[in-house]
């Protein structure tokens, strides 16, 4: 249809273009919002995130409690589920399992921290200086990869059965992961967005802390939740190895006593409770966070265990 | 061929500018980016008077989108000189460029702060540029929350926050569909005369350039030239459908195309 330029200002009452432009606009945003999926219901959640790995541990024991009733080995190497309960119930009650804990929940979270500070000051050196990550950017990444129990003749070599061999351990274990972490959430960046702080007017300073570090946010908090993972399991390997009275009865250290006393159901006790503290503080520090900072941009989180 | 309102009108245009105060003026500006190869700018010239609004229109590598960048001083050219007389211009892109871990008045008032407005002011001045494009309570939603076509218009409110009397746009369009670019039209048009505002659009479609512009300027791509202007002599609103529109437009495509074809071997 076509209307000559003067009907649309004469006549407005018959023109296509009348009618309300922001009814208009108003009408085009509800069309085009993006409506979230919803929700879904408790049910759904129980029956598609919590009952699949329940029915696999119940599996598991089953699976545990027959090998224990056909005799599959002797019952010192494989003791039943029900021992091994009984064992952990022990540890509670007489408090070795809370001073193991709260033993090796402290040093992972003092190294962790230590790990967090030299990781992002490293990593902040790194992204500034072109040089410097061409130079050290090889290793870092290859750290990432060496099991850093493999440090720990070396740390002990150097620091003897002490808390510094143990936390040296923890810091090459962790740093690299936060630094790699802190790279990438700098690189993912995208440059657009410090063009919007420039023609803002925003300083240096000020594209730093508006633009620039929220933006990496999402890198570096990958970072530092591979680099708890990383942390904890160089903790068990160090107090594994380096077991001496002055150093207290940590998980590692507690799992080490239960290979000397050939008691399998303390080691086994003593496995399943680091792989709970390990995980329960992933789920309930770094989980939630990330979980937040991903969903207010829009993103969802990624499935990585 | 063209419509008896429409008259390409250069040197008289020129003439009647070169004395009046401008929002930008830009002298002989020459880009070069690599030595051996053709400047990305050549020896621009543009005036752009207060409250004008001016297309760019070009193929592809003509430099429409460096020329924005340096007039946003976001580079250094080669040489020439460019003289912006209404403080720091707001600049937009093709993409909305929110930044996302922010709300949609968060955004907003990000700009504020940089211009130095107070806290306290901050949250109502935000609501009221998101009035303007009409998104008046939907400050709080966050930018994967809202269509390319409403991220589009919280960057416009944004830019509007810079308090500039110069908007340079860089195909903010492009990415959108025909019906929500209709209406964002209508929007900027109705900005541009209430606020006053200068404006310089980078375009590649030239039906789009015709319904928005009072003066379209077509440049050359390799060199990057300005090397034909017209006048567009129709009053708004103007529909992108009308025949005035379309005249001016079938014009100015077939100088589109022959200066595309000139880069033919």
Redesign the interface.
């Known amino acids: 249809m076509h209307v000559d330029n003067d009907s649309l200002v004469t006549s407005p009452s018959t023109s296509p273009v009348t009618e309300d432009p922001w009814a208009f606009e108003a009408g085009l945003d509800a069309l085009e919002t993006p409506t979230p999926p919803p929700r879904p219901g408790p049910a759904k959640v129980f029956l598609r995130s919590v009952l699949p790995p329940a029915v696999a541990v119940a599996a598991f024991i089953a699976l545990w409690q027959l090998a224990y009733s056909v005799g599959l080995r002797p019952s010192y190497a494989l003791p039943s589920p029900l021992d091994v309960l009984h064992t952990f119930g022990q540890t509670v009650r007489d408090g070795r399992a809370w001073e193991a804990i709260s033993i090796s929940v402290s040093r992972g979270a003092l190294g962790f921290a230590a790990s967090v500070v030299v990781g992002t000051v490293l990593g902040l050196a790194m992204w500034r200086s072109r040089w410097l990550r061409a130079a050290l950017g090889p290793f870092v990444s290859g750290l990432q990869s060496l099991p850093s129990v493999a440090w720990v003749p070396a740390a002990i070599i150097w620091f003897g059965l002490s808390d510094a061999a143990i936390y040296a351990v923890v810091l090459l274990g962790a740093v690299p992961s936060i630094a790699n972490g802190l790279l990438a959430g700098f690189d993912q960046v995208p440059p657009l967005l410090d063009k919007v702080g420039r023609v803002l007017g925003l300083g240096t300073l000020g594209r730093v802390w508006h633009v620039l570090l929220p933006a990496a946010l999402p890198g570096y908090l990958a970072g530092l939740k591979q680099g708890w993972a990383f942390s904890w399991r160089s903790l068990m390997a160090a107090e594994l190895i380096t077991y001496s009275p002055a150093l207290g009865i940590g998980l590692g250290q507690q799992l080490n006593i239960g290979r000397e006393l050939n008691a399998m159901d303390l080691v086994i006790a003593s496995i399943a409770l680091i792989l709970v503290v390990g995980v329960a503080i992933e789920l309930l520090v770094f989980a939630p966070v990330e979980r937040r900072v991903l969903r207010e941009r829009g993103l969802t989180v990624a499935h990585t265990r | 061929m063209a419509a008896p309102t429409l008259e390409p009108a250069q040197a008289q245009q020129a003439a009647a500018r070169a004395a009046s105060t401008c929002s930008v003026q830009v002298r002989q500006l020459v880009q070069v980016f690599e030595h051996d190869r053709p400047p990305v700018l050549d020896r621009i010239d543009l005036d752009v008077a207060p409250g004008e609004f001016v297309c760019l229109l070009g193929a592809s590598g003509c430099g429409k989108s460096t020329l924005l960048s340096l007039i946003?001083?976001?580079g250094t050219p080669t040489s020439g000189s460019i003289e912006v007389t209404v403080g720091?211009p707001?600049?937009m892109?093709q993409?909305a460029?929110l930044?996302?871990?922010l709300t949609a008045a968060g955004n907003v008032e990000?700009?504020l702060k940089?211009?130095g407005v107070g806290r306290g002011e901050r949250a109502a001045d935000a609501e009221r540029l998101l009035t303007l494009v009409?998104?008046s309570g939907q400050g709080r939603k966050?930018?994967?929350?809202?269509?390319?076509?409403?991220r589009q218009r919280v960057a416009l409110a944004?830019a509007l926050a810079?308090d500039s009397r110069l908007l340079l746009m860089d195909e903010p369009f492009a990415a959108l569909d025909a019906?929500?670019r209709d209406?964002l039209h209508?929007?900027l048009v109705?900005l541009w005369s209430e606020q006053q505002l200068s404006i310089v659009f980078v375009t590649h479609n030239v039906r789009e350039a015709v319904r928005l512009g009072q003066r379209v300027l077509l440049m050359s791509s390799r060199p990057g030239r300005i090397v034909r202007e017209w006048q567009v002599g129709?009053?708004q609103?103007?529909?992108i459908?009308?025949?005035?529109v379309s005249a001016l437009a079938t014009e100015i495509t077939h100088h589109l195309r022959a200066e595309i074809c000139r880069h033919a071997r």
Request: charged letters at 25%.
């Open positions: 946003a001083g976001l720091r707001a600049l892109f993409e460029a930044l996302p871990w990000l700009a940089a211009r009409n998104l966050r930018v994967h929350e809202l269509s390319g076509g409403m944004r810079q019906i929500t209406a209508e929007e109705r129709l009053s609103p103007r529909v459908e009308s025949p005035g």
